[in-house]
């Protein structure tokens, strides 16, 4: 009796280790990113491109900026997915940070933005968001480190904590978005605290906030992800212009 109880147990903990690796393998690998992600991961005339350890940084090439924002991708996103977004966004302005994450999910890395901030004390003002999964572990690290930033941007996000005291925050959605109901319920809306601007851009869906594809459930968008990402690079562009060193 005793042997068999061991066998089975033998048996149960060589199933978990094997399930586990197998969801390791699972999250390791990310959905497909397009051409111009990879493409974006070059300097240009107006952005300067670097990497600071495994970090995607993307500057303004004719001004030091003084306002930065460190970008948490979505779960099972590589990190070079936001990378055309990130350059647009520096165009504009503003230093860019985007941070890889462990097995490609945020909840395994809800502090790296501690690095970031470090790594750049040219920065008057700072804000954190990040896209799906990305962006509510980014309104955790908010909510766990009161007074680090000033402000939070959640690309179709929600925050599952509230935050306390508030900071501006900005919520950009696709209004086809199977998530649109959690992003903009008053609950929700109201662990951000104070007044959240909230933008949603017509025709849109989730997997067009990035370049990459194959985002399951997601319905198809009716504009061009070409389109979706000007209206999200203006939002977050004139969220980021809005906050005060």
Excluded: C
Excluded at 113 to 129: F, N, S, Y
Aim: hydrophobic share 50%; aromatic share 6%; glycine share 10%.
């Amino acid at each position: 009796m005793i042997r068999l109880v061991r066998r089975a147990v033998a048996v149960l903990l060589v199933v978990a280790v094997l399930a586990g690796a197998a969801g390791a393998v699972y999250f390791a690998i990310p959905q497909t990113k397009l051409p111009e992600a990879a493409a974006a991961l070059a300097s240009t005339d107006t952005v300067t491109f670097a990497r600071e350890e495994d970090r995607l940084v993307f500057r303004p090439a004719a001004v030091a900026p003084v306002t930065g924002l460190i970008l948490y991708p979505g779960g099972k996103v590589d990190a070079a997915a936001y990378a055309p977004t990130a350059a647009a966004l520096a165009e504009l302005g503003f230093l860019v940070v985007i941070v890889p994450m462990p097995l490609n999910l945020a909840v395994l890395g809800i502090d790296r933005a501690d690095a970031v901030l470090a790594a750049h004390p040219e920065i008057a003002q700072w804000a954190i968001g990040g896209h799906s999964l990305g962006g509510a572990m980014a309104a955790q690290y908010v909510a766990s480190h009161p007074g680090s930033v000033g402000g939070l941007v959640l690309w179709a996000a929600y925050s599952a904590t509230a935050i306390e005291p508030p900071v501006p925050a900005l919520v950009v959605y696709g209004t086809l978005d199977s998530g649109v109901a959690s992003f903009t319920s008053e609950a929700n809306l109201a662990k951000l605290g104070g007044s959240p601007v909230l933008v949603a851009i017509e025709g849109g869906n989730h997997e067009q906030m990035g370049w990459y594809t194959g985002q399951p459930n997601d319905p198809p968008a009716v504009i061009s992800r070409a389109e979706q990402q000007a209206q999200l690079v203006d939002a977050t562009a004139r969220f980021l212009g809005s906050l005060k060193p």
